[in-house]
Structures are given as C-alpha cells and as structure tokens.
C-alpha cells in the first residue's frame, strides 16, 4: 500500500510540474508576442485618430481627441492640446497658449527613429519577460475583435506608479500594427483610447508638425462628464 501511495503521489506532482511549464511556457510566448505587436506598431505606417477618455473612481472625467502619424522615421502625435513630433532628425514639442496658439521648440535629435523604438521595445520586455516579470500577459485571442490582436496585462509584482497601472489592455490593427485600444486602469483613473479610425496611407501634411505661432484647432468633444 505504501508503495502504491507512493507512486500516486509522485504521479500528481509530476502533473503538477507539468501543468505549471505549460503555464510558464504560454505566458512567455505570448510576452513574446506582444513585444512583437508592440515594436510593430511602432515601425508601421499609418495614420490613427482616437478618441481619450479618463474616468475617475467618482464616475467623473474628460474625454480628449489623439491622432498619430506614422511614417518611420517621421512621426506626429497629437492629444490633449500638445503635439511632440520627429520628423527628419528634429524633435518638435508643442504646447497651446490661452490664445489658442502653438508655443513650440524644436531641437536636434540626439538619437535615431529606430535607437527609440529599440530602446522602448527592451524597456517593455523587461517588464513582461524574465522569471519575475512586472506584468504578466495574455494573449486573448478568443475576445479579440475581428481583424485585432488584443493583449491584456496584470501586474503581478509590486511596484510604485507602475507604467501602465495594475492592468491594462492593447488591441493592434492586423492591417497595419497601429495601436487602436489602450485601456490602462490605474487606482486614480482608468484612461481608454480608442481607434475611431485607421488607414495606411500617410500623407506628407500628416508628418508635418505645427509651427510656432500656428493656430491650435478648435477642441472637440472635451470637457468635464458627470458621474
């Protein structure tokens, strides 16, 4: 009997074992994965409008027009009345003044488009790769929409402000890699962008950031929103 007791014990725990290197080796495929999708994004060409929208625990919030412009190694991100652009070896950052116009400063870029990204692609597979990762992620393909690869992320070790809260969610665009939701929820707010639309084609004027002097165009759709 001890004998036999023996070797259903040694049976479950080898299930076990095998049950958690199942765990560990899908988790770490779909890590891989979404670094994937995510340096994707940020090596495509595409041209995304979005709406922002932070809620506060009380129900209140705001919601803000983004676009982003991507042709490497131009790119244009515009959202909550500032613009912060590369585009041929510059880095432009703008703010809107209370008359409605672009305060902005330019510069030399001391790094290249593609150094960036690198740099932003080994900071995320720091944060989801390794033996004690930041975040662990899981590749959902059973929720996600047609034609999208979403991904959704759960911190799992400790740490203060982490960068994209105690969960978040990235949906990619199979078409062209473009990030079309972001879901982040943090104890102070949760902040959702979503894509309303996305093409492929960009056009010089969408790679070309403001001057300084320029005027902002009007807000749409911002404000304060009742619980």
């Given at each position: 009997v001890a004998s036999g007791a023996l070797?259903?014990?040694?049976?479950?725990?080898?299930?076990?074992?095998?049950?958690?290197?199942?765990?560990?080796?899908?988790?770490?495929?779909?890590?891989?994965?979404?670094?994937?999708?995510?340096?994707?994004?940020?090596?495509?060409?595409?041209?995304?409008?979005?709406?922002?929208?932070?809620?506060?625990?009380?129900?209140?919030?705001?919601?803000s027009s983004a676009t982003i412009a991507q042709r490497p190694p131009n790119r244009v991100e515009r959202r909550?009345?500032?613009?912060?652009?590369?585009?041929?070896?510059?880095?432009?950052?703008?703010?809107?003044?209370?008359?409605?116009?672009?305060?902005c400063q330019s510069g030399r870029s001391r790094r290249s488009y593609r150094s960036v990204v690198e740099r932003e692609v080994d900071t995320l597979?720091?944060?989801?790769?390794?033996?004690?990762?930041?975040?662990?992620?899981?590749?959902?393909e059973a929720g996600s929409p047609?034609?999208?690869?979403?991904?959704?992320?759960?911190?799992?070790?400790?740490?203060?402000?982490?960068?994209y809260g105690t969960a978040a969610r990235f949906c990619f665009d199979d078409d062209t890699g473009a990030l079309v939701l972001l879901r982040i929820e943090r104890d102070e707010a949760t902040d959702v962008t979503t894509a309303t639309s996305v093409r492929g084609t960009v056009r010089d004027r969408d790679v070309e950031p403001p001057e300084d002097?320029?005027?902002?165009?009007?807000?749409?759709?911002?404000?304060?929103?009742?619980?």
């Open positions: 070797d259903g014990d040694d049976g479950g725990a080898d299930a076990g074992g095998e049950d958690a290197a199942a765990i560990a080796e899908q988790r770490a495929a779909d890590a891989d994965a979404f670094v994937e999708a995510y340096e994707r994004s940020r090596t495509g060409t595409y041209v995304v409008e979005s709406v922002f929208q932070r809620t506060f625990p009380g129900g209140s919030g705001f919601t909550l009345g500032s613009v912060t652009a590369r585009v041929d070896g510059r880095v432009v950052l703008c703010s809107t003044t209370g008359d409605g116009r672009y305060r597979r720091g944060y989801v790769e390794g033996d004690v990762p930041l975040y662990a992620v899981d590749a959902d047609e034609g999208q690869a979403c991904f959704d992320l759960e911190q799992v070790r400790p740490l203060p402000a982490p960068p002097g320029d005027r902002a165009p009007a807000a749409e759709g911002e404000g304060d929103e009742g619980p």
